[in-house]
């Protein structure tokens, strides 16, 4: 909030000069810095140092900043320290108190729309490991740009056709059972696909038999059709009632749509294409050479007549723009990805349907506390239950001894306790870390209450939540009153609330607000630990001190709910 308002002030002076505003390591340095000054030398050819004392200088005359800065200076080899007024932070804090339910929001997304598209996983088969990071990183995304003011779709495009389909209902005509599907549908699913691929290597006939499954599906038989719709059907309801749940995710703002919402509109895209002379035969299939982007070609349509993933994506794409008007589409998929997207955002550059901005938000792998890929111990990706499982089992270990401790705590309570701590530390272990980099699953240090976690900041938050409780009859207090280092680094650090929520739009990433809370949990309380607050003898610097408690409060329940993580009353 300051950061930006400064750097417009700045830059009124400075109109055609590109700076940044910086936090200094040191609060002895400032509160903010820029580094115009080595700008302004190299345009000018004079030193640094002597441009900001001339800018200090300057700037010290605006009325403006004189109202927020008690002291602007240059400091060698030309930064410009800037000071904030006590004053003006107390001030500050008494707005962030009045307007904290709505503190941090913004309206700069009226009147956009967004698609988020994460999860996105294949019908008939367990959600795995990789999904968690689609899911988690997409729709903290999502609740991040709706906090801005912007229409969010959260896109769940389902993989329901393919090839794949064909092998399964092949697979099901040969082994399958009707009892089975009904009752468990992933697993019966998954183990006919996994027979399936087995038995392909004593009898490679079953490929071909696969193949024409899924031609009779495109090609609307009755009987594959029907059987298809089942499984869609029952895995979807398998979805919505036990896997996003288990997550924390609200399946009831997914927007689902599936691969073969497209099937109908793939032979007037390809026609389209090839009129134009976009697309061409190459070897019996059809491809859209993409040599002039410096990418291999995509493939539309296989030799034997059948579509593919591109080409469904493509025409979702058309639907996304044209029907949702979406002015920008996150596409939250992993980084194995990369190329595929390369060759749909130059194919949209090329058949003008690149209404929105496009943004591939990539992702690393998971990898266990041995730096590799995380698997089972037949090498297997790793089931996203088995995840959540393991995770709330040793949450509820830890949950478990302080039961003993708080006699108060009802069995119940404990288990929902170990399920919200549990998700809060998968989310936050991953959230915490640049989506591009792998993510290392120590489970003991995502549950760790002291370290840079989930439940440290849960933890943070019940504390907070503990105290208000134990007051009535609060009153605002005067602000005034709060002239301790640690109450005026507090005071600092929310001011920084609105900032990391636009940062997070302005990357698509979530690590800056999560970095943001753990910093707003370490000086919360460092400064409880340094004050009185409840024993406090002067009753209006107690109720100013629960103010700044209050404030503090809401905003870490406000961010952690943004990273899709639950804020608990009590631990």
């Not at 707005?95 to 956009?112: A, E, L, Q, T, V």
């Not at 009904?182 to 087995?198: E, G, I």
């Not at 079953?206 to 059709?225: A, I, P, Q, T, V």
Request: charged residues 30%; glycine residues 6%; negative net charge.
């Amino acid at each position: 909030m300051i950061k930006r308002w400064l750097k417009d002030k700045i830059q009124e002076y400075y109109p055609d000069s590109e700076f940044d505003v910086l936090t200094p390591p040191d609060d002895k340095m400032g509160d903010y810095s820029v580094n115009l000054a080595f700008v302004l030398a190299k345009k000018n050819g004079t030193s640094p140092a002597e441009e900001g004392e001339e800018l200090a200088a300057g700037l010290s005359k605006d009325k403006d900043l004189a109202d927020v800065f008690e002291k602007i200076e240059a400091v060698k080899p030309g930064f410009v320290n800037f000071f904030l007024k006590k004053e003006f932070l107390q001030k500050q804090l008494v707005k962030i108190y009045k307007k904290r339910d709505s503190f941090g929001k913004s309206k700069i997304g009226n009147g956009k729309t967004v698609i988020v598209e994460y999860s996105s996983p294949n019908i008939a088969k367990p959600m795995h490991i990789g999904h968690l990071r689609s899911t988690i990183i997409g729709d903290a995304l999502a609740n991040v740009y709706e906090a801005l003011g912007y229409k969010v779709i959260r896109w769940n495009y389902i993989g329901d056709w393919g090839t794949q389909f064909g092998n399964l209902i092949a697979a099901y005509k040969l082994w399958g059972n009707k009892d089975d599907l009904k009752n468990s549908p992933f697993t019966t699913l998954f183990n006919l696909y996994v027979r399936f691929h087995n038995e392909l290597k004593n009898n490679p006939d079953l490929e071909s038999r696969g193949r024409e499954e899924f031609k009779k599906l495109e090609n609307d038989d009755k009987e594959n059709l029907k059987l298809w719709e089942r499984i869609k059907d029952l895995s979807l309801k398998e979805l919505g009632i036990l896997v996003y749940p288990s997550i924390g995710v609200d399946v009831k703002r997914l927007h689902f749509k599936g691969e073969s919402d497209y099937q109908n509109k793939l032979k007037l895209l390809i026609d389209n294409l090839a009129k134009n002379n976009i697309a061409k035969e190459s070897e019996g299939a059809l491809i859209i050479d993409l040599e002039k982007y410096g990418l291999p070609p995509a493939l539309l349509r296989k030799s034997d007549g059948t579509t593919l993933y591109f080409t469904r994506d493509l025409a979702s794409l058309e639907d996304r723009i044209q029907n949702y008007h979406a002015n920008k589409i996150l596409y939250v998929v992993a980084n194995q990805q990369t190329l595929h997207f390369e060759q749909l955002f130059a194919v949209a550059k090329d058949l003008k349907i690149d209404g929105a901005e496009l943004v591939h938000v990539k992702f690393g792998m998971v990898l266990g506390e041995d730096g590799k890929k995380l698997a089972t111990r037949e090498g297997k990706v790793v089931p996203l239950q088995d995840v959540v499982n393991k995770i709330q089992e040793k949450a509820y270990g830890i949950v478990k001894h302080v039961k003993f401790a708080n006699k108060d705590i009802s069995e119940d309570e404990a288990q929902n306790i170990a399920r919200a701590v549990g998700i809060g530390a998968l989310k936050y272990n991953d959230l915490k870390q640049h989506p591009y980099s792998d993510i290392v699953f120590d489970w003991d240090a995502m549950l760790d209450f002291s370290g840079n976690s989930g439940p440290y900041l849960q933890y943070t938050y019940a504390r907070l939540a503990n105290i208000l409780e134990k007051v009535e009859n609060q009153k605002e207090g005067n602000a005034a009153l709060l002239v301790e280092p640690e109450e005026e680094k507090v005071m600092k650090r929310l001011l920084e609330f609105p900032e990391a929520i636009e940062k997070c739009v302005e990357l698509n990433t979530l690590n800056g607000l999560a970095l943001y809370l753990y910093e707003l949990s370490n000086d919360a309380n460092r400064f409880y630990e340094s004050v009185r607050v409840l024993d406090d003898d002067n009753i209006e610097r107690r109720d100013t001190r629960l103010t700044l408690i209050q404030a503090v409060a809401t905003v870490l329940k406000r961010g952690l709910n943004l990273l899709g993580i639950e804020a608990l009353e009590r631990i």
